[in-house]
């Protein structure tokens, strides 16, 4: 019985077996190479075999691979302290844990907790996780239909309307979670000026802010943090995906007064922090504040720049959009076909919905291999023109 049997009909497959990697390629069993776009929805943040992770999880492991919360950790102890030195300002404090979807669900119990109130106010066309309340803040019905009913007092405003968020806000909101720049739902950049009001709408509500960077930071879009191209700081904001360098971690992150609503015992993951993920952690910090998030800026642009006269030349698509290597490409199409080229040339790409390319490769990337990328989807996008009569 094979892989696809026994997980079952959970995931949607590309025929391709992984073998190998090294930094943005990847190697199929029958020894082919491809340039990795998909990076693990973007959790090989500094490529595939890092050495400089793979050192410290070695490392850790022959000290010790599990230390519980509930002692002390001088390995856990390095990355909590590095891991808030580089948070946006007045974030001081960390709860651990294994993944993005468990992080927001701490931000939900923390934002309530800490003001005494239940709603919370999520985007149209976010995606926050598939535990039930993360996918309670989830917009998309299609992930939600068969589960309900879910979480209560949830509502969601339009992606980049502040005035319509400014009357949903009021004095029973616990918490608005935006992601500043929405991955699952196609690559949409907050709009200049959104996530400001949105600070000041919270802020004039006694509402909680929340941003959901698991994909977004960690210098993916060319900043450490997406927030970061705004100014704006929240009060609470959740990591995970690339966070330990393709080891198991997310983290929510907030501020002294909200952590200190929290009581001994009202929240926990077994394997938040453990040494191996911190270990990782920390190496994974130490290369994106040593030019990571700049390369990520310098190949991210040129790659929009090549998107955009690919465009230029291809009636097919509808829109480049994106901030570093955070890229959309829409099509007016199903983009499966265009997927399959993509693979037969060499190139792993992911998708959003029936017709968005999504480009999440990892901070190491090139710009030879950016070139590579830009080439194959140059000749799938005319190979697809082609099939549909286009040309």
Request: glycine share 14%; net charge negative.
């Amino acid at each position: 019985m094979g892989e696809s049997e026994i997980m079952g009909n959970l995931y949607q497959r590309f025929p391709v077996r992984v073998e190998r990697g090294e930094g943005a390629l990847v190697w199929d069993d029958k020894g082919r190479s491809y340039v990795d776009c998909m990076a693990g929805y973007g959790v090989a943040l500094l490529g595939h075999a890092n050495r400089g992770v793979a050192d410290a999880v070695a490392a850790q492991m022959s000290r010790i691979t599990t230390v519980h919360a509930s002692l002390y950790s001088a390995t856990r102890e390095i990355f909590l302290e590095r891991l808030t030195g580089l948070a946006p300002a007045g974030i001081s404090r960390a709860f651990l844990c294994s993944s993005g979807s468990e992080a927001v669900e701490a931000a939900i119990k923390m934002a309530r907790k800490a003001t005494g109130r239940g709603r919370i106010v999520s985007m149209r066309g976010a995606y926050h996780g598939k535990t039930h309340g993360a996918l309670s803040l989830t917009f998309n019905p299609k992930y939600k239909k068969a589960f309900g009913p879910m979480m209560e007092g949830v509502e969601f405003a339009p992606f980049g309307d502040a005035g319509a968020l400014r009357d949903m806000v009021g004095d029973q909101t616990a918490m608005v979670i935006i992601e500043p720049v929405q991955g699952e739902s196609g690559i949409n950049v907050a709009p200049d000026g959104f996530l400001e009001e949105a600070r000041g709408i919270c802020d004039g509500a006694g509402a909680l802010l929340a941003f959901d960077e698991i994909q977004a930071g960690l210098g993916r879009t060319g900043r450490m943090w997406a927030c970061d191209h705004w100014g704006v700081a929240p009060d609470i904001m959740c990591l995970a995906k690339g966070l330990a360098g393709g080891v198991p971690m997310g983290a929510a992150l907030t501020t002294e007064a909200v952590m200190s609503a929290m009581s001994k015992g009202e929240h926990s993951s077994t394997f938040g922090g453990n040494p191996l993920a911190c270990a990782a952690g920390t190496e994974t910090l130490s290369q994106i504040e040593g030019g990571l998030a700049g390369n990520a800026a310098a190949v991210g642009a040129g790659l929009m720049e090549g998107l955009r006269e690919i465009s230029a030349r291809h009636p097919v698509v509808r829109e480049v959009r994106g901030l570093g290597l955070m890229i959309g490409v829409e099509l007016k199409f199903d983009v499966r076909g265009v997927l399959d080229d993509l693979i037969d040339d060499g190139v792993l790409m992911l998708y959003s919905g029936r017709n968005i390319l999504r480009l999440l490769p990892p901070l190491v990337i090139t710009h030879e291999q950016a070139s590579k990328v830009l080439h194959s989807l140059d000749l799938a996008l005319g190979a697809e023109e082609e099939r549909r009569g286009i040309r």
